[in-house]
């Protein structure tokens, strides 16, 4: 009885409302709906001018007529006299996410899929048309959709199943024959499956760039696990160096104050030991004093006379030519050799210092070259030029930063840092890890932009930039540039430029320079194996002239 009921249910609800028939009517295709429900359905097809049916999708033109079927009506009636309702709701309601079901009227249920024939949205009991008629089974159905209007043309309000490679975009075939005349046009499905071949190819790429970046990802885990441990024994080996610093120095102090304590007891047993001979004296003259003024109230004269030799005889008096008064002076000697000693390790710590801090601030992890100028700033170093390595044609101002040709010798002091025989220079500061830096240049033949070794020649043709396999040149004129290594001349295109870039990666072996204007452009890369800390350095070419005046300068970029 129950199956009955449930069939008597099904047999007289409506597919929109999903209720018992009220004022039921019955359209051409055969298919029954509540006059009201039809009507709404209908109300939204007014533009198109086509009337379909929910269920079977049947299209009627012009908008038929409709009339209450007054024997469905009558059944409906008796239906509800006899107790038996429409089923109780178990559905779910579409919230404001979800895609509703179009054929729902009231309280619309969520779509279970869209048609793309249809261009309409269903719930599952609206959907068994579809999987019930024949017609319909050939319809396109896909996951619910709120766009599904988008695959209607806005001027002629048909479904555009076309697409046009010339303007790259899907059109109705109406569309072709006016705006679209003379295009290149295909069938939508047939773009689809090209781009598809094409979508293919660019997952499969991202896939290996995926597989690709997922190996960098752990190759930097690696290397921060790496920095860590690094780190970790960095900070217990210095300590640890640190306290035996501490504790040498401890020992020194405690030796020296050992040794003042000594010298102090030994000095002062001296001064004792003279203090309790003179005191000794002092006694021995006082008696004798007493004697002789006893001797000379004697007015026996023969007694007298014949005491006096013995009385009048005095001991060798004490030498105290020894004696050196020096109130609070004993130690000083000792006090500034220990402020003198501690002023030149000061002088050590600090030159040391400033090597350990770039030790530290140079640790990088090996990253790609950086494309952008914001890119390189981020590496950039204060470099300053050593006074030790000028040759005496060259004045260094501007804190050290600029250098200028002279025909003024200049009065360095001697060093055996100095190039001697060309307008040579270095940095002062060694360069390791990651370091950019520009060189502005003015006037002249030309300047040379070079990074060395702290061991190249000072002397002869072996100190030139370049014409060694200690060091790396880039001749900069002013319409070309020619890079220099080991001798080897190799002539370098790029745009003109008075301000040359340096990246230097000393880890991975990477020396790049670069044209420095509004934007940057590579001159010259170098790919090698650095051995030792590199030093910055500038040289003049004079070429057949030589350009009093001209300058070139270590940049502040920020």
């Avoid at 028939?21 to 097809?45: N, Q, R, T």
């Avoid at 952008?372 to 000028?390: H, K, M």
């Avoid at 390791?432 to 040379?448: D, M």
Wanted: aromatic share 8%.
């Amino acid at each position: 009885m129950a199956q009955k009921d449930q069939l008597d249910r099904e047999t007289f609800s409506c597919v929109i409302c999903l209720d018992l028939l009220k004022d039921p009517v019955a359209i051409p295709c055969g298919h029954s709906y509540c006059m009201s429900c039809i009507k709404g359905f209908w109300d939204g097809e007014d533009q198109r001018k086509i009337y379909s049916c929910p269920q079977c999708r049947e299209a009627f033109t012009p908008r038929p007529v409709l009339k209450k079927n007054t024997m469905l009506a009558a059944l409906v009636e008796q239906l509800k006299k006899t107790g038996v309702q429409a089923a109780p709701a178990d559905h779910s309601y579409a919230g404001p996410e979800d895609v509703a079901c179009d054929v729902c009227t009231g309280r619309k249920l969520k779509a279970f899929k869209s048609c793309l024939t249809c261009l309409i949205s269903y719930c599952e009991n609206h959907l068994q048309s579809h999987f019930e008629l024949t017609k319909l089974k050939k319809h396109k159905l896909v996951e619910p959709s709120e766009k599904l209007q988008e695959n209607i043309c806005s001027r002629h309000d048909e479904v555009m199943k076309i697409f046009c490679r010339t303007d790259k975009k899907c059109i109705c075939y109406l569309c072709t024959m006016k705006d679209h005349k003379g295009h290149d046009t295909v069938p939508a499905a047939a773009e689809r499956t090209e781009r598809q071949r094409e979508l293919e190819v660019s997952r499969l790429n991202i896939q290996q760039r995926i597989q690709d970046r997922d190996k960098d990802v752990k190759l930097l885990q690696q290397e921060v696990e790496a920095i860590s441990l690094s780190a970790d024994k960095a900070v217990k080996d210095s300590g640890k160096i640190f306290t035996e610093l501490i504790r040498l120095l401890q020992k020194r102090s405690s030796d020296v104050k050992q040794q003042i304590r000594s010298q102090q007891e030994t000095e002062s047993r001296r001064v004792k030991e003279l203090q309790e001979k003179l005191q000794q004296e002092i006694t021995e003259l006082k008696r004798k004093d007493t004697e002789l003024k006893q001797l000379s109230h004697t007015e026996d004269h023969n007694q007298f006379l014949h005491n006096y030799p013995s009385v009048s005889q005095l001991s060798e008096p004490t030498d105290s030519s020894s004696i050196n008064i020096r109130p609070l002076r004993y130690f000083e000697d000792v006090t500034a050799a220990v402020s003198e000693l501690r002023d030149k390790l000061q002088d050590i710590l600090r030159d040391e210092w400033t090597n350990i801090s770039l030790a530290v601030t140079e640790v990088d992890v090996l990253l790609s070259e950086p494309k952008t100028r914001d890119g390189f700033l981020r590496y950039s170093r204060e470099i300053t030029l050593d006074p030790n390595t000028v040759n005496t044609k060259l004045l260094l101002s501007e804190g050290n930063r600029k250098v200028t040709w002279t025909l003024q010798p200049q009065s360095y002091s001697s060093h055996t840092d100095r190039f001697t025989d060309h307008p040579l220079v270095l940095s002062r500061e060694s360069l390791t890890g990651c370091c950019y830096w520009e060189v502005e240049w003015r006037g002249g033949w030309g300047v040379q932009v070079a990074v060395a070794y702290k061991n190249i020649s000072r002397a002869g043709s072996e100190s030139l930039f370049g014409h060694n396999d200690k060091s790396w040149s880039l001749h900069c004129f002013t319409d070309r540039y020619v890079f220099y290594f080991n001798n080897i001349k190799t002539p370098v295109s790029g745009p003109g430029s008075s301000r040359v870039g340096v990246y230097l990666d000393h880890r991975a072996g990477i020396l790049s320079f670069y044209s420095v204007s509004e934007t940057m452009t590579l001159l010259h890369r170098v790919q090698t194996t650095f051995t030792q800390p590199l030093y910055a350095g500038l040289c003049f070419d004079s070429g057949l002239f030589v350009y009093v005046g001209s300058t070139a300068e270590l940049c502040k970029v920020k």
